[in-house]
């Protein structure tokens, strides 16, 4: 069973039209990261949440925004995405605490027209 | 010096070949190690956590030098289905550093 669930798995935007990417997870972990991955590259962490403590990435630009209303939920906005933020973005989870390894989302492939 | 390197290759190995993957990482903090695997076009899926005492999985083995800060994968008798891209990853675990530092990634293709 999944435990890291990301919506949509493909989305489609127009330029600039703002789009929201969503995340949840079933495994009551206290730490959730957003990752931006391109093409043959590492993932680039853009932020994460501990608890409700949010931690911005000093080069994640202004465009990208975070939620987490919950443990369970957490939320990407693209507040006017560009061609350039076509990529995979990818959501993970981690029990900080017991320092194990993060658990991934299948991730969302976003395309922006 | 990135935070942590890897050889990209590629790595071309026939069926049934050992390979061995290398990473170095430059913070001598580090505390905890992974080796991830990824397929084309999906996420990052862990494939092992390395220990300091070494650990092996099957065909798989992860080891750890500390004081040269170096992670190694030995991949015995390789598959067609290891085609994939190996990732190193390390964290700080300390105060509020909660980051996965990630190496570029390491191709393999496994031919018949």
């Known amino acids: 069973d999944a435990m890291v669930i990301q919506n949509p798995r493909y989305q489609v935007t127009q330029f600039g039209k703002p789009v929201t990417l969503s995340c949840s997870q079933t495994l009551n972990h206290n730490v959730m990261y957003w990752y931006q991955q391109k093409s043959s590259q590492a993932p680039k962490l853009l932020f994460h949440?501990?608890?409700?403590?949010?931690?911005n990435e000093a080069d994640t630009p202004d465009n990208f925004q975070s939620r987490r209303p919950n443990t369970s939920f957490c939320f990407l906005d693209i507040r006017s995405p560009g061609l350039g933020d076509a990529a995979m973005y990818l959501c993970a989870t981690r029990d900080w605490g017991t320092n194990t390894e993060a658990f991934f989302g299948q991730g969302t492939r976003l395309t922006v027209v | 010096r990135k935070e942590v390197e890897q050889d990209p290759g590629p790595f071309n190995v026939p069926e049934g070949a050992t390979v061995a993957f290398n990473c170095t990482y430059s913070n001598s903090a580090s505390q905890s190690f992974f080796w991830y695997r990824q397929d084309c076009r999906k996420e990052p899926k862990l494939l092992m956590s390395?220990?300091?005492?070494?650990n092996e999985d099957g065909r798989f083995t992860a080891q750890l030098n500390r004081a040269s800060q170096y992670i190694s994968l030995l991949i015995r008798d390789s598959k067609l289905s290891d085609s994939a891209t190996y990732l190193c990853?390390?964290?700080?675990?300390?105060?509020?550093?909660?980051?996965?530092?990630w190496g570029l990634g390491t191709s393999l293709a496994v031919n018949p």
């Open positions: 390395v220990y300091s005492s070494g």
């Open positions: 990853v390390v964290s700080l675990n300390a105060g509020n550093n909660r980051k996965l530092i």
């Open positions: 949440y501990y608890d409700k403590d949010f931690n």
